[in-house]
């Protein structure tokens, strides 16, 4: 079974953006909007614990998880291709 790499890149990337930022939001309910720089905030510029930062993680998440997403499906395409050709054929049942 093949997957679809650009399904899967929207996919991975709306799941990666909405979680980072409901994962801020939840963050923000229960701590406060503390603004302080987090480890996310090394990778992904002006990331921060606040409204503002649940914004542009979100928009730096999005990119990043189809990026991942896509790998992902390229390389699942890749080795699965590779295994049905080598594999012997079996009846269904």
Known sequence: MKLDVKAMA??????WGAGLFLMT????????ST??????????????ISPV????????????GA???AIFAAIYNRFTKNAFRKSPSHPRL
Do not use: C, H, K, N
């Open 67 to 69: 990026i991942a997403g």
């Open 53 to 64: 930062g649940s914004v542009i993680g979100l928009l730096w998440a999005v990119p990043d």
């Open 10 to 15: 929207m996919t991975a990337g709306l799941l």
């Open 25 to 32: 939001w939840w963050l923000i309910a229960w701590e406060g």
């Open 35 to 48: 603004g302080e720089a987090t480890l996310l905030g090394r990778f992904y510029f002006g990331y921060q």
